[in-house]
C-alpha cells in the first residue's frame, strides 16, 4: 500500500515527540489537502514548488518520498525508482523512502534487495501497515524468516500498551492484533516450527488483556495436529449466534463450508457447499474471491486439470498479488497458495 507523506506512528511515542519539535510539516499537509480536494492529479506540480536543498529534516525526506509518490501514480515506475531511491541517497535512515524503494526492487523482481531496504526500515520507523506489507512481500517470496521478523517487531509495543482492544489499538494507530498474530500463525504453519509462536502467545497473555488467549492456544493445536474438529464447532456456533443477532456472517459461513468442502467425498459437493454461501452488503467484497481460490483448491485436490486452470486464471485476475498469509490461513489456502506463489514470482522476474 502506498501513503501519501510520511505516516506518523502514534504507537511511537519517540516519533510523536519528534514530530512535536519539528513542527507542522508543509509537504505532509499539502498532499493531505490534495488528497482532500480531490486535486491529487496536482501533486508533482506542487511538490516541485519547494526546493528540496532548502528544506531540512522531515519536509525533504517528505518531498522526495512525494515526488516518487507522484511519478508511481501516473505509472512511470522506473522514474518512481530513479527518485526514491534519489531520496534515499539524501536521507539514508527514511523509513518510507527504504519501503517505497523496496517495493520498486519487489517489481522489478529484484527480492534481495527488496529484502535489504526491509531489513533497514523495521518498526517502528514504519508504520505497522507498512511493517504487515513487508510482511507480505517476504511471505510471496518464501523469505518465512524475514516476515517473521517484519511482524514479530511490533510485539514490543502491544506488551507495553498492555491493551488489546480493538478500539483501543486503533484509535493509537496500531493494526489489530488478531491479524498480527494470524501472520506469525501464518508463518509458524510453512515453517512446521510453532515454538516460538507459542511463546509469544504466553508473553502476550500475560502482559496484556482484553483478548481471547485460549482461543489462541486452541488454534495453534489445531494447526499443529491439522485437527479442525474444534474450528468447526467454533465456526458453526458463530454463524448461528451472529445470524441470530442480525450480524453479517459470510466471513464465518465461508470459513466453515470450506472446512467442510475439505472433508467433501467428491468435487460435486465440495462445489455445491462453497457455492451455497450468500453473501450480503455488508460482507467483506473479498470474500467472492476467496470463494474463487477455495473452488480452485478443491479442482486442485480431485484432480480436475482442466477446471482448476481456469479457475486460477479467474483468480490471478482478481488478486495477483494472492491472498494475505493471514487470510491464506484462516480460511485453509495456506497450503494451496504455495503451488501459485512460483507464478507470481516468474510475473515479477519477467520485467527484471
Given at each position: 500500500?502506498?501513503?501519501?507523506?510520511?505516516?506518523?506512528?502514534?504507537?511511537?511515542?519517540?516519533?510523536?515527540?519528534?514530530?512535536?519539535?519539528?513542527?507542522?510539516?508543509?509537504?505532509?499537509?499539502?498532499?493531505?489537502?490534495?488528497?482532500?480536494?480531490?486535486?491529487?492529479?496536482?501533486?508533482?506540480?506542487?511538490?516541485?514548488?519547494?526546493?528540496?536543498?532548502?528544506?531540512?529534516?522531515?519536509?525533504?525526506?517528505?518531498?522526495?518520498?512525494l515526488h516518487g509518490?507522484?511519478?508511481?501514480?501516473?505509472?512511470?515506475?522506473?522514474?518512481?525508482?530513479?527518485?526514491?531511491?534519489?531520496?534515499?541517497?539524501?536521507?539514508?535512515?527514511?523509513?518510507?523512502?527504504?519501503?517505497?524503494?523496496?517495493?520498486?526492487?519487489?517489481?522489478?523482481?529484484?527480492?534481495?534487495?527488496?529484502?535489504?531496504?526491509?531489513?533497514?526500515?523495521?518498526?517502528?520507523?514504519?508504520?505497522?501497515?507498512?511493517?504487515?506489507?513487508?510482511?507480505?512481500?517476504?511471505?510471496?517470496?518464501?523469505?518465512?524468516?524475514?516476515?517473521?521478523?517484519?511482524?514479530?517487531?511490533?510485539?514490543?509495543?502491544?506488551?507495553?500498551?498492555?491493551?488489546?482492544?480493538?478500539t483501543f489499538l486503533?484509535?493509537?494507530?496500531?493494526?489489530?492484533?488478531?491479524?498480527?498474530?494470524?501472520?506469525?500463525?501464518?508463518?509458524?504453519?510453512?515453517?512446521?516450527?510453532?515454538?516460538?509462536?507459542?511463546?509469544?502467545?504466553?508473553?502476550?497473555?500475560?502482559?496484556?488483556?482484553?483478548?481471547?488467549?485460549?482461543?489462541?492456544?486452541?488454534?495453534?493445536?489445531?494447526?499443529?495436529?491439522?485437527?479442525?474438529?474444534?474450528?468447526?464447532?467454533?465456526?458453526?456456533?458463530?454463524?448461528?449466534?451472529?445470524?441470530?443477532?442480525?450480524?453479517?456472517?459470510?466471513?464465518?459461513?465461508?470459513?466453515?463450508?470450506?472446512?467442510?468442502?475439505?472433508?467433501?467425498?467428491?468435487?460435486?459437493?465440495?462445489?455445491?457447499?462453497?457455492?451455497?454461501?450468500?453473501?450480503?452488503?455488508?460482507?467483506?467484497?473479498?470474500?467472492?474471491?476467496?470463494?474463487?481460490?477455495?473452488?480452485?483448491?478443491?479442482?486442485?485436490?480431485?484432480?480436475?486439470?482442466?477446471?482448476?486452470?481456469?479457475?486460477?486464471?479467474?483468480?490471478?485476475?482478481?488478486?495477483?498479488?494472492?491472498?494475505?498469509?493471514?487470510?491464506?490461513?484462516?480460511?485453509?489456502?495456506?497450503?494451496?497458495?504455495?503451488?501459485?506463489?512460483?507464478?507470481?514470482?516468474?510475473?515479477?522476474?519477467?520485467?527484471?
Amino acid at each position: 500500500m502506498w501513503f501519501w507523506g510520511r505516516k506518523k506512528n502514534s504507537a511511537a511515542d519517540v516519533e510523536q515527540d519528534r514530530a512535536e519539535e519539528l513542527g507542522p510539516n508543509r509537504l505532509d499537509e499539502l498532499a493531505t489537502r490534495l488528497q482532500r480536494e480531490g486535486r491529487t492529479d496536482q501533486l508533482e506540480t506542487e511538490v516541485e514548488k519547494y526546493r528540496p536543498n532548502e528544506l531540512d529534516g522531515s519536509e525533504r525526506e517528505s518531498w522526495y518520498h512525494l515526488h516518487g509518490i507522484a511519478a508511481f501514480r501516473r505509472g512511470d515506475h522506473e522514474l518512481a525508482f530513479q527518485r526514491f531511491r534519489e531520496g534515499l541517497e539524501q536521507c539514508p535512515d527514511s523509513g518510507v523512502l527504504l519501503y517505497s524503494l523496496g517495493q520498486e526492487y519487489e517489481r522489478r523482481g529484484e527480492s534481495d534487495r527488496m529484502l535489504a531496504c526491509f531489513d533497514r526500515a523495521l518498526f517502528p520507523k514504519v508504520s505497522g501497515a507498512h511493517a504487515l506489507a513487508e510482511a507480505r512481500y517476504a511471505y510471496l517470496w518464501n523469505r518465512h524468516d524475514r516476515g517473521w521478523e517484519y511482524v514479530a517487531a511490533l510485539i514490543p509495543a502491544y506488551l507495553k500498551l498492555g491493551v488489546l482492544d480493538d478500539t483501543f489499538l486503533w484509535m493509537r494507530g496500531f493494526p489489530f492484533f488478531g491479524p498480527v498474530w494470524d501472520y506469525l500463525a501464518a508463518f509458524a504453519t510453512l515453517e512446521g516450527d510453532f515454538d516460538r509462536l507459542r511463546m509469544v502467545t504466553k508473553d502476550v497473555s500475560k502482559r496484556c488483556s482484553d483478548f481471547d488467549f485460549r482461543e489462541l492456544r486452541n488454534r495453534i493445536d489445531g494447526l499443529e495436529t491439522g485437527n479442525r474438529s474444534a474450528e468447526r464447532a467454533r465456526l458453526q456456533s458463530s454463524v448461528a449466534e451472529y445470524r441470530s443477532r442480525g450480524f453479517p456472517f459470510g466471513y464465518q459461513a465461508l470459513q466453515l463450508n470450506v472446512i467442510l468442502a475439505q472433508e467433501a467425498a467428491s468435487e460435486d459437493e465440495a462445489v455445491a457447499l462453497l457455492e451455497s454461501v450468500e453473501f450480503g452488503d455488508k460482507d467483506f467484497p473479498w470474500l467472492a474471491d476467496m470463494r474463487v481460490l477455495a473452488l480452485a483448491e478443491r479442482a486442485h485436490a480431485f484432480g480436475n486439470t482442466q477446471r482448476e486452470h481456469e479457475i486460477r486464471t479467474d483468480f490471478l485476475g482478481r488478486q495477483p498479488l494472492l491472498f494475505e498469509p493471514d487470510h491464506a490461513l484462516n480460511f485453509e489456502q495456506l497450503a494451496y497458495q504455495e503451488t501459485l506463489k512460483p507464478l507470481y514470482r516468474e510475473s515479477r522476474q519477467r520485467r527484471a
